[in-house]
């Protein structure tokens, strides 16, 4: 536990460079535009001075514990930093009484619990009568969902704000002002290439303090040269890092060229070039997430019908990339981009869907045929909304003649099956169906 005053300016130079750094109001917080954007909830709450209890909830670095300093700051409350490893009831209790004293004389206080997920039911409770009687702001952080590791009774008095991981872009921003900064590099004369602030960037895969000790340990390391500048070299960061300085940028076209051959690669039933562009994108610090919902997309674009397993397996993934992060799912990747690889193929659902799509867009104002309409009140049913509908489970083959395009597309065809994996089954059925319907309306007009 412990209690700071936010309103020293001393900087500790042999603290580390994220802790020389803290950002102290909101101009120089980076990122959770969001939330503290103009006219954004968090902003407007602060502004107002009616914050409440709260959880954050985010990936590590990116900022949780700066945002609930600033808050203290901004509403001039004191601020109890409390751990959740090494703090018990006891402690709690204690901090509370005193909290307790100091909102009968006026004062409020922020008790920020970093992991709060970390404790358990019985720590969590003794927080509930001091939240519930105003004598503290609860403010906790934790990278677990809140749904699951929070109690009840205690979220349910929390506004939970979700923070996303820092964007490359941010990163950038960051490091930049971690060399000019006087409380963090820019007392010294760096030389490093825009190209390797990039690749710490993309390294950190959105945590600020990862980017910020990289740099740190980079520049601390660097190559000293006769004028007293430091040069950081691409060998020196790789060995920081442990990685390779590979040609990659989330948001430039080499992003793209990956992602493309990737996906080309699986389209052309090629298992080994599909794990290398796969391993390419992974090790050069591409968000797995990201390429989990790429093979999403792919298993229903180019596989479809053919093996609808396809995408049961790359949801699977998604969900194991989410559970386990890297570098355990890159396994998880690996199987599910050989299975969407060996599949059969069909880009039948996505043909099917363009048309269907250029369509709609031409003829946005065609009027549902009444017979599948809905005619949920009188006014409707005197309408004829729903006469003639055909119930498909009152027959014995469960179909019908019905129509159920508009009149004007009437025999349009959009699905057209092909012969790969399972989609040939779902033609031979689709066949059938054309065929009952064909007898249906013969019968239909024989009647007539």
């Known amino acids: 536990m412990e209690q700071l005053s936010l309103f020293s300016e001393e900087v500790n130079t042999s603290a580390p460079l994220a802790s020389r750094l803290r950002p102290q109001t909101l101009e120089e917080y980076i990122g959770q535009k969001h939330l503290i954007g103009e006219g954004k909830v968090l902003r407007n709450m602060l502004e107002k001075d009616t914050i409440s209890s709260m959880i954050f909830w985010g990936p590590p670095g990116v900022g949780k514990t700066t945002l609930a300093r600033i808050i203290a700051h901004r509403t001039k409350s004191s601020f109890i930093d409390f751990s959740a490893v090494t703090s018990g009831i006891k402690e709690i209790k204690d901090v509370m009484k005193q909290a307790e004293n100091d909102r009968l004389m006026g004062l409020r206080t922020i008790v920020f619990v970093d992991e709060i997920h970390r404790f358990n039911k019985a720590q969590q409770d003794a927080f509930l009568p001091y939240v519930e009687k105003g004598s503290i702001i609860l403010i906790g952080a934790t990278t677990e969902n809140p749904s699951f590791e929070i109690n009840s009774a205690l979220l349910s008095r929390c506004k939970v704000f979700v923070l996303q991981a820092l964007q490359t872009e941010d990163m950038k921003e960051l490091l930049q002002r971690a ?44 190559r000293i040269e006769s004028d007293g500048s430091i040069t950081v070299q691409e060998e020196l960061l790789e060995q920081c890092t442990g990685k390779k300085m590979l040609l990659y940028d989330r948001a430039g076209e080499e992003h793209y060229n990956l992602i493309s051959a990737l996906h080309k690669s699986m389209r052309n039933s090629d298992p080994d070039a599909a794990i290398y562009w796969l391993s390419r994108m992974l090790e050069a610090g591409e968000d797995p997430l990201y390429i989990a919902r790429r093979l999403v997309r792919f298993a229903s674009e180019d596989i479809g019908m053919a093996d609808s397993q396809a995408l049961q397996v790359a949801v699977a993934a998604y969900q194991a990339c989410h559970f386990n992060g890297m570098p355990e799912c890159d396994v998880n990747l690996t199987h599910a981009v050989v299975y969407l690889t060996m599949a059969p193929k069909s880009n039948a659902l996505y043909v099917g869907y363009g048309m269907a799509k250029e369509d709609a867009r031409r003829m946005l104002t065609e009027p549902v045929p009444l017979q599948i309409r809905n005619g949920v009140t009188g006014l409707m049913q005197q309408l004829h909304y729903g006469e003639g509908y055909q119930y498909a489970h009152d027959t014995d083959v469960k179909v019908t003649a019905m129509q159920c395009l508009p009149d004007s597309l009437q025999g349009r065809r959009y699905y057209e099956p092909t012969g790969q994996g399972r989609e040939a089954e779902v033609g031979s059925r689709l066949a059938e169906i054309e065929e009952l319907k064909r007898q249906l309306r013969l019968k239909e007009n024989d009647e007539n």
Do not use: C, P, Q, W
Not at 179 to 195: A, P
């Open 179 to 222: 060399l000019t900064d006087s409380k963090g590099l820019g007392n010294y004369r760096i030389h490093i290439e825009e190209r390797l602030l990039n690749a710490i960037a993309v390294f950190s895969n959105g945590d600020a303090r990862t980017a910020l000790n990289t740099l740190d340990m980079a520049v601390l390391n660097g």
